[in-house]
Every structure is written in C-alpha cells, then in structure tokens.
C-alpha cells in the first residue's frame, strides 16, 4: 500500500518552521500529527474505527444484559405508535382527543410567537424536502411539472403554500435579517459558504458580469423586464425587473475522493446529495417567506459565471486554475451555484486570505494538469492568450488572470476516458482541517505572503503526500472518513464544534 502522507513528526517540523513548544503548548507536540496510515489501516482489523476508549465485547455480550433462554422472536403487531395502544392503556377518550389537543397547542404558541413558532420557524418546519417529485425538474422560472403527469391527471407542483394563499402576510425584515435567515437555512440544507449581491440598475453585476446569454446557446438572451415571475422561450430567459439581489452556494465535495483522480474523476463531485436538498428546500422557503428566485442553479442555467459570483461576493478568491476558485475553509473542493431573488439581503464583500497570491508561486495544478490546460505563468496577465495559436472566444476581458485552455481540458478528459479532475486533488489548498498546521500555514499565507515561503508550503504538499494518484482509489477504501466525505464543522463557530480562532 502506498503511503498517503509523510512520517515527519509535528515537533520536527514545527521546529523546522521556527515554533517552540512553548508557544504551542508542550502536551500538543507530545504525539505526532502526522502518521504513516499504512499502520492506521492495518489496526482497524476491517472494523470501522470508534474512539480509543470504546472497548469490544463479545459476540451477543451487550451492556443490555439479554436472558436467551427467555428471548424469543417479537411479534412487531402493536406499538406505541398505534392510537389503539393508547386507548388500551389510557382510555379511548384521551386517544380521541389527543390530535386536535395538539392542533390547539400549535394555534396558540402560533399565535403568540413562541419560540419555535415564530413565522421563520414555521418557514423552516415546512419548507426542507428531501427532493423534487419524481415528476418535477427545477426550470429557469421555478419547479416545472412533466406534462405527462399533469395529462394523467396529476396536479402541478407549487411547494409550498405562500403567504397569500395561507392568508397572512409576507415576511418582512431588514437585508442583514434577510441575509442571516438565509445563512442558517441553507447551512441546515447543505450549504457550506453563502454569499449575496445586488442586482439593481446601478450595479455592476447587471450592467457588466450578469452573462448575455445562456452557457452553450447564444439564441437564448438573458433579460430584464417587469413581470411577476420569471419565465423563458427559445429566445430568451426572463428576469423580473423586482428581482435585485443573488445569492451564491457553496456546496462541499470529496476531499479524498478528489485525490483519487484522475482514475476516479467524477466521484468526487458529492455537492449533488447536497444540492438535492438545498435547491428545493430554499425554492419552498423563500416561497413560504412570499418571495422566490430564478435561475436553474445548474451550469446550464445560471445567469452568471459562477465563478465571478463567488469571487464579487467573498466566498472564494481566484485561482490559478480557471476551472474552480478557493475558499479558505475547503480550498477548491465544492461546487457553486447562484440564484436571482426578490428577497431583499446584505451584499457581502470580496476577501483577501492570500489564496490568489499563492498561486502565483505554487502552479502545483498546473505542473500536474496532464493536458498541460493550466497556465505556468509566474503573474497572471491582462491579455488573454491565442489557443493552439487562435484567438480565444472562450474567455472575457477585464480581469487579471492565469487564463486556462478549457477547450484542451475538456477535449483531454474525453479523450481520457474519466472526468479527470486531477487539479483539484493537487491543489495546495486541498487539505482536511484538523493538523493544527494546516490552520498556521493558511494564516501565514493570508498575513505574511513571503514568496520564498509560499513556494516552501507549496513543496510540502508533495513531501507529505498531498495530490492525486490512481493507487488511492483503492486506498480510499481502507480509511474511516467523514460522512458524504466532507467535514462541515470547518464552517461552524458556535454550537461547540470548535474553537472560535
């Protein structure tokens, strides 16, 4: 098996970097943070792993002491569950009435605001769907209903009620309310990073990134007119003129999986079980709420490069790669997408965390890329170069980049056989969250920007292993990692799933 990281202990190279224990702390240099987990994966004994003081019994020995001799197969008929065993045990008058006891409780704590029953809360109880029916796909417009159902008699999706239809008013609350409404549903559904923008006349987002048309089909025009929702034809997609703010998504992804790569290229992509949730559960909230959005939040059916969205709004910096951008929380490892919206939310402004910077002395995606797609420029440039000695349609001016050559790229990966993705595993940035080195090396490279330096920790990732090989798709099985292969308490600061830094 091969190794998937170095066995350079922590003290080694904290000393190596300048750091005395006494500024960390002597208990955390005691044992090394970084093993050989060829030993690891032999210890588990084909067992998942649990913690170190949870100890094995044997066979049929639970903490529950069981009498075989009396045990005998249950007749799972009658539970408490049924209204007929609460009628049997406390009498049918009470079982009869329990319900629209319960119906009255809701009403009054409804009507009183309790917590737990305020207008959000109600929001939340019944807007979080596992996933559109199985005869809904979601539209530029909203959810759309196959026609086949609807001719058989089945009735068109809606989600859930409005406002108006539930006969109450809309919910009304200031931008930064608006906006950390969101944050919370989205991150409950799924949502790693949000970030919000404007999209009113003045702004630049409508008069210079919103795209002219629709990715891949130049006869379909993006536009704005004063209509209640928004709708499209052949020709074009409609925004409504009341829909002046966007919202961007980060959906997490596979970090191990991305390391696979190229052999396993597409799988690394688990952003979808994400996305299952949180597209339909924020179209049924913002619903619920008395607004809506548009755009398909899919590649195809963005009005903008999502890419541009992220960066404009803060949740990513630019990359060297032009294929994905860099959050300081997962590197590269997710996907975006981004609606349009009539609720009224808070921009939030772009970031420096040195991400960008660094790329201009690591170029680890681009010594790796196979195709050789990725630019090894040592400064991004203004001018956008020829490909394969042709003018360049592809790409838009205006921005200072490492410009990438999508049109190999995608070509290679066809060729190839797999989805490739292979920058995404070598990336720097693709790093898991919990050696206390990885948070010092981020916060150097956001606050110090040392060439000499960034190009040290960029070479580190290959002395520890970092980066992609075939040889760890069949790794991958061997390791106890996160559930959906992402750690989503890199995000959380409260709740007591980590220290606040």
Request: with cysteine; glycine share 10%.
């Amino acid at each position: 098996m091969q190794k998937f990281h170095s066995t350079v202990s922590r003290r080694d190279f904290m000393k190596f970097m300048g750091i005395t224990a006494a500024g960390l702390g002597a208990a955390g240099l005691v044992a090394p943070a970084f093993h050989d987990l060829d030993e690891l994966a032999a210890s588990t004994k084909g067992n998942q792993r649990r913690p170190w003081y949870v100890k094995e019994r044997e066979f049929y020995n639970p903490t529950v002491e069981t009498d075989w001799a009396v045990m005998q197969r249950r007749d799972p008929t009658n539970t408490g569950q049924q209204t007929e065993m609460w009628a049997k045990y406390y009498g049918q008058k009470r079982a009869d009435e329990a319900s629209a006891k319960g119906a009255a409780n809701v009403k009054q704590w409804t009507a009183n605001k309790e917590p737990g029953f305020t207008y959000r809360a109600l929001a939340l109880q019944k807007s979080v769907t596992r996933g559109w029916p199985a005869y809904v796909s979601l539209g530029w417009g909203g959810p759309t209903t196959n026609g086949t159902w609807t001719k058989g008699g089945g009735k068109a999706y809606t989600g859930v009620q409005s406002p108006e239809e539930r006969g109450e008013a809309k919910w009304t609350g200031t931008p930064e309310e608006n906006s950390q409404l969101m944050n919370a549903f989205m991150r409950y559904c799924g949502n790693a990073i949000s970030g919000y923008g404007p999209l009113d006349t003045d702004s630049r987002e409508y008069k210079q990134i919103i795209s002219t048309n629709i990715k891949h089909n130049a006869a379909q025009k993006v536009v704005f007119e004063d209509v209640p929702a928004g709708y499209e034809t052949s020709t074009k997609r409609v925004i409504p003129t009341s829909h002046q703010y966007y919202l961007v998504n980060w959906e997490m992804m596979s970090h191990d999986l991305s390391r696979t790569t190229p052999a396993q290229g597409g799988l690394f992509n688990s952003s979808d079980h994400v996305a299952t949730i949180l597209k339909p559960s924020t179209f049924n909230f913002l619903r619920y709420l008395g607004y809506g959005y548009v755009g398909g939040g899919s590649d195809d059916g963005t009005p903008f490069v999502e890419g541009a969205s992220a960066i404009l709004t803060g949740v990513c910096e630019g990359s060297r790669n032009n294929v994905f951008s860099l959050t300081p929380e997962y590197g590269p490892i997710g996907r975006l997408h981004n609606y349009v919206t009539n609720l009224p939310l808070a921009a939030t402004k772009p970031i420096d965390a040195g991400m960008f910077k660094f790329c201009y002395t690591c170029g680890k995606c681009a010594n790796n890329c196979p195709s050789g797609s990725i630019s090894t420029a040592s400064e991004p440039t203004w001018e956008i170069p020829d490909i394969n000695g042709i003018p360049s349609t592809m790409h838009n001016r205006g921005t200072k980049e490492f410009w990438s050559d999508g049109a190999l790229c995608r070509m290679w990966r066809t060729e190839y056989g797999t989805s490739c993705n292979k920058c995404w595993g070598e990336c720097t940035f693709t790093t898991n969250s919990r050696a206390m080195v990885h948070s010092m090396i981020k916060t150097t490279i956001a606050t110090a920007s040392i060439s000499p330096l960034n190009s040290f920790f960029a070479k580190m990732g290959d002395t520890f292993g970092y980066g992609t090989d075939d040889q760890k798709a069949e790794e991958w099985w061997d390791y106890s990692l996160p559930i959906l292969g992402f750690d989503s308490t890199v995000v959380a600061f409260d709740g007591g799933y980590r220290k606040t830094l």
